[in-house]
């Protein structure tokens, strides 16, 4: 599939193609095709479906930015980043709400996202095709949609609903956050009763399956704090008939590297390559690669734009595993002073050369064989992997009374790791709902650390909603001495979007 999603430049005039009415202006470029030429054949189809993909290797998608969003803003990272503007967004220092980098590039790509879905799901019913072919681009165009809602839910929540190819000048109403779920929900919904198990041609690997829109239905749905409707999802992934195609990989550090990718632990991942070497624009040559690991990298290796919190390390440190040695995910999470002689790890090939009391995310480098870092790697990004599943079906049981039942589940993560039985290394636990929680919470920064979880988890378990949580996080990240409450839970809407559009208005208190 990294070969067939290239960029399409055509995609590029179609956006536009609708921008000028005038007749002086309403030429024909014999060089392109207009809206109306193109959709006319499976591979039309297929190619517009690509376009749609390609979405992915934006700087406001997944090449770039949303880890600033989701890392560095949670409790997990933090920016100390020369670029002041660039540091404040992750630090709750909203100025600018116009800030390219922080907002209106993220925002803008989400919606071309949203633009090229609704291309797709206009288009593609009209055309003759196989219909089982026709039913299978449909669906990955809902999921897609589906899933630039959800992140568009989390991170500005009411945010206009646009079902239907846009013209340059709509004014889209702006919708609740409960509005855009429910759309999440009905687009996945119908996704996942069409889309297959497993893909079987090698071409198709890393679209998204079944499984794939049940586990994002299902993290829909636990957002809004909705317990038996997501059990009633994740159940396919867990003890349904999907559960043969999950599990975890013997290895944990092949989740994070470019060698092992779509394995049995890869729920949904984002498909990225090193084959272009060129910008982020629509055309042939442009980008497949994610620049993630140039930000995060540390100092005379990357821009080091991101790095991890030091409390990260001394959690990893609290429980040594049943052989008494620290917990092995700690060396695949982050680099840190002491990994060298932890693990006998060097970094990037080198001693450490950096502050003890500084650690970055080792996750997604490239120090496991190269010793710098570029704009163009070719690391998957791993949007859902079935270890999170299992956390999070965890933490369903325990919402639903059934903390019993919800042990075995943390236990397959924690087996991986060499690690002993819940019940078996806090038994004190017991049912209590608050001490599982709370011991859950501790779990998934041990398995997750760095892969863009943490922001939701601190949403959904109201962390960021009251005071007591705010105060809790400010002993792990200072960044929180900034947090509003009420305000900074969800990111100001693009100034110019409301200046320019009379039906949005500002999140409040912005």
């Not at 790890?345 to 996750?363: I, L, M, Q, V």
């Not at 378990?461 to 009251?466: A, E, N, Q, V, Y």
């Amino acid at each position: 599939m990294k070969k067939s999603i290239y960029i399409l430049s055509l995609f590029a005039i179609l956006e536009v193609a609708a921008s000028c009415s005038e007749d002086l202006l309403d030429q024909k470029n014999p060089n392109s095709l207009t809206v109306t030429e193109f959709w006319k054949t499976e591979q039309d189809a297929q190619n517009g479906l690509n376009a749609a993909y390609a979405m992915f290797y934006k700087t406001g998608s997944w090449s770039r930015w949303m880890y600033f969003r989701y890392d560095l803003t949670s409790d997990e990272g933090f920016s100390n980043s020369p670029w002041t503007e660039l540091a404040d967004w992750t630090r709750f220092q909203y100025v600018n709400y116009n800030f390219w980098e922080g907002n209106n590039n993220s925002w803008r790509d989400h919606y071309k996202a949203v633009f090229r879905c609704n291309q797709v799901l206009a288009n593609v019913p009209l055309i003759e095709f196989d219909a089982t072919k026709k039913e299978r681009i449909l669906a990955q165009a809902k999921f897609l949609r589906a899933f630039y809602y959800f992140n568009m839910a989390i991170l500005w929540e009411d945010v206009p609903l646009v079902l239907e190819p846009s013209e340059p000048d709509d004014l889209p109403v702006q919708n609740t956050q409960a509005e855009v779920w429910a759309q999440v929900e009905k687009d996945l919904t119908e996704a996942s009763q069409v889309l297959p198990g497993k893909w079987e041609i090698s071409g198709e690997v890393g679209r998204p399956t079944k499984g794939a829109a049940l586990a994002l239905l299902g993290k829909a749905h636990m957002q809004q704090r909705e317990w038996p409707e997501a059990k009633a999802a994740l159940d396919y992934l867990v003890t349904g008939e999907g559960k043969g195609f999950y599990g975890l990989v013997p290895n944990y550090k092949d989740n994070f590297t470019h060698t092992n990718e779509n394995n049995i632990e890869s729920v949904f991942e984002i498909q990225f390559s090193d084959v272009n070497k060129g910008g982020d624009a629509d055309d042939p040559n442009a980008s497949m690669g994610n620049t993630r690991a140039q930000f995060f990298a540390p100092r005379s290796i990357g821009w080091s734009d991101g790095q991890a919190r030091i409390w990260l390390v001394n959690e990893f440190k609290n429980e040594p595993d049943v052989d008494g040695n620290i917990d092995e995910r700690l060396r695949h999470t982050l680099f840190y002073s002491s990994l060298e002689a932890d693990f006998g790890d060097k970094t990037y090939g080198r001693s450490w050369e950096w502050g003890a009391d500084e650690a970055w995310f080792r996750k997604y480098q490239r120090d496991y064989y190269r010793t710098n870092e570029d704009y163009y790697s070719q690391i998957n990004q791993r949007v859902i992997r079935y270890a999170d599943i299992l956390l999070l079906y965890a933490e369903v049981l325990n919402e639903l009374s059934t903390t019993a039942d919800a042990y075995q589940y943390v236990n397959i993560v924690r087996a991986r790791a060499n690690m002993a039985p819940l019940e078996e290394a806090y038994p004190e636990i017991g049912t209590d709902y608050d001490k599982f929680l709370d011991r859950l919470k501790t779990e998934r920064v041990l398995e997750l650390a760095g892969e863009s979880f943490r922001w939701m988890d601190l949403k959904r378990w109201g962390d960021l909603t009251s005071q007591e949580g705010i105060n809790e996080l400010k002993t792990r990240d200072p960044d929180f001495n900034n947090f509003v409450l009420g305000k900074h839970h969800r990111l100001p809407l693009p100034q110019i979007e409301v200046e320019n559009n009379t039906n949005l208005n500002q999140n409040t208190p912005y």
